[in-house]
């Protein structure tokens, strides 16, 4: 964990914090990493306080009139409430079409909300059609001019309420996505304009990101008072005054996530979902285009007892409808210790196709504990696709994987990769045939087109050009040396891949918007 700042922020322990989740992304269930910064501060007595912007600004954007408005949006309103209530109880997943309709019916509004200020905004993006994201200066003019948000109306006004009461020193923002990044930096310019005294500091998957880019140079310089790339649980405990301790091991750096903010039944699902993190970085930390790799993140775990102890309390006080098991791919010992140990609620996360997962005796184990489905990426369906891109995969053992789980009742969500650059079209069909001849053991799907990141270890050996325009883009775009360029990619998709008749009913069925984070109700249901 890395700290970036001219002067190191100290506060006194007795002073409070607010921590910040931007919109925009999915509101279906708590940010994990502010759940974990918080359980840290409340595990040493520092008062800490939790907005979750996003869910309370979408919330608030959908129940505010729209100004423009056609005979969709009239339906879409007159609807809003009895559409909310289905996608907070079970009801609204029995029925594909329903949840569907009040899916896009939600999406239609914020839509039209964000349309006056220049935003298309969606229930899972935000973009703005002339400021990116990626660009320093536009994230520099939304801070400058953050009466131009969407949401400044819900959020200067949040704002005022909570300083008022609680009366802060601090205010952290974890930024993640780049869907999140315009509002955020808009938010930071108006707390800067109207408390300058406020000390602000940012951090988040994004920001870790950015930093770790060649060249990052600090664009937010008199707008943040603290940049943390990496976890932040130790240096906000230290800002706070708290010497933690290096030794004992990654335990005593762990501290069981806080889920106590008020918003936690206001999400758009049938109850609430627990995400939990056993692990940062990723055990096998091999492929070629991994992000983690390249940024030379590390893999670090709680025990598999931790785990399993901090899983059955988070359960026994929250009653979750879901547990969602946030690593990059949660190891077999972990899915082990849990079959032996099971949390007591529903649970799904991403794991890597390996020989345990052949096994129908550990399936079923897997089942009884509560696993309803499996996300698992394959990429490719090509074997020499896989060994170049060093997944460690093998394809007759993926293929026995996928039988089993099926077998055992556990549904699988596969995500695919198209336009590697080891890829053409001829291990593209490779691998539409593989999912063809499993149509019956996938339950869904992801469907993607490679981007190279920017710092990546194919990055050397390609021509690159500009794909995502900006300063702070992670990604590069690059002449395929094979031809099989973004363009061919798509056609491919559009043609063949998608509507083969095996595969177009697995697309079918996956939850518009909310996807992965959805699928499991439709299983349970």
């Known amino acids: 964990m890395n700290s970036i700042s ?3 922020i100290h506060i006194p322990k007795s002073s409070s914090l607010i ?6 992304v999915k509101p279906c269930e708590p940010p994990p990493g502010i759940a974990r910064l918080c359980g840290a501060l409340r595990h040493h007595g520092i008062p800490c306080q939790v907005i979750d912007a996003n869910v309370e600004g979408i919330l608030e954007l959908l129940r505010s009139p729209v100004a423009l408005s056609d005979t969709w949006t009239r339906r879409a309103e007159r609807h809003l409430s009895n559409h909310l209530t289905s996608l907070t109880s079970w009801d609204g997943y029995r029925r594909y079409d329903s949840y569907r309709r009040a899916v896009h ?9 964000g349309h006056s200020k220049g935003v298309r905004l ?6 703005h059609k002339k400021f990116r994201p990626t660009r320093s200066e536009d994230l520099l003019r939304a801070a400058e001019h953050p009466e131009s948000d969407p949401f400044y109306p819900y959020f200067s006004k949040r704002f005022r309420e909570i300083i008022k ?22 938010m930071i310019g108006s707390l800067r304009k109207e408390y300058p005294e406020l000390k602000l500091i940012l951090g988040g998957g994004l920001v870790t990101s950015w930093v770790r880019r060649p060249g990052w140079n600090n664009p937010f310089a008199g707008w943040v008072d603290q940049i943390v790339a990496g976890p932040g649980e130790k240096t906000l405990l230290s800002i706070m005054g708290v010497n933690v301790e290096t030794d004992g091991g990654q335990d005593k750096q762990h501290w069981i996530p806080n889920y106590d903010a008020p918003s936690l039944h206001s999400y758009l699902a049938p109850g609430p979902i627990l995400p939990y993190s056993a692990s940062s970085g990723c055990y096998w930390n091999q492929c070629s285009f991994c992000p983690e790799r390249a940024e030379g993140n590390p893999y670090v775990a709680v025990s598999n007892e931790k785990v399993t102890s901090d899983l059955r309390q988070l359960v026994d006080k929250h009653k979750p409808v879901l547990i969602h098991l946030t690593d990059n791919a949660i190891s077999p010992a972990l899915l082990k210790e849990i079959s032996s140990n099971p949390p007591g609620a529903p649970w799904y996360g991403f794991v890597r196709f390996t020989h345990h997962l052949t096994d129908l005796d550990f399936c079923l184990a897997l089942k009884r504990s509560g696993c309803v489905m499996l996300k698992l990426g394959l990429e490719s369906g090509d074997e020499r696709v896989l060994e170049a891109m060093q997944k460690g995969i093998d394809l007759g053992e993926a293929s026995l994987a996928l039988k089993t789980l099926k ?9 695919l990769l198209f336009g590697t650059p080891q890829e053409s079209l001829e291990e593209a069909r490779a691998t539409r045939d593989f999912v063809a001849r499993h149509h019956d053991e996938i339950g869904f ?17 390609l021509e690159t050009k500009m794909f995502y325009e900006g300063d702070l883009s992670l990604y590069v775009d690059f002449e395929h040396p094979k031809g099989w360029n973004r363009k061919q990619v798509r056609q491919f998709l559009d043609k063949e891949f998608k509507r083969h008749p095996a595969i177009a009913p697995i697309l079918r069925r996956d939850p518009p918007i909310f996807t992965s984070n959805h699928a499991p109700f439709f299983v349970m249901t």
Do not use: C, W
């Not at 974890?174 to 930096?185: D, G, K, M």
């Open 6 to 8: 001219k002067s190191a």
């Open 19 to 24: 921590l910040v989740h931007p919109p925009v």
């Open 105 to 113: 019916d939600l999406n239609r509004l914020l839509e039209m909300a």
């Open 122 to 127: 969606s229930l899972g993006n935000y973009e």
């Open 165 to 186: 009461v609680e009366r802060p020193s601090i205010v952290g923002f974890s930024l993640n996505y780049l869907s999140q990044a315009l509002t955020t930096v808009a």
């Open 407 to 415: 077998q055992a009742g556990i549904t699988t969500y596969v995500y």
């Open 445 to 461: 799907l992801n469907v993607a087109i490679f981007n190279l990141p920017v710092y990546g270890p194919d990055t050397m050996n």
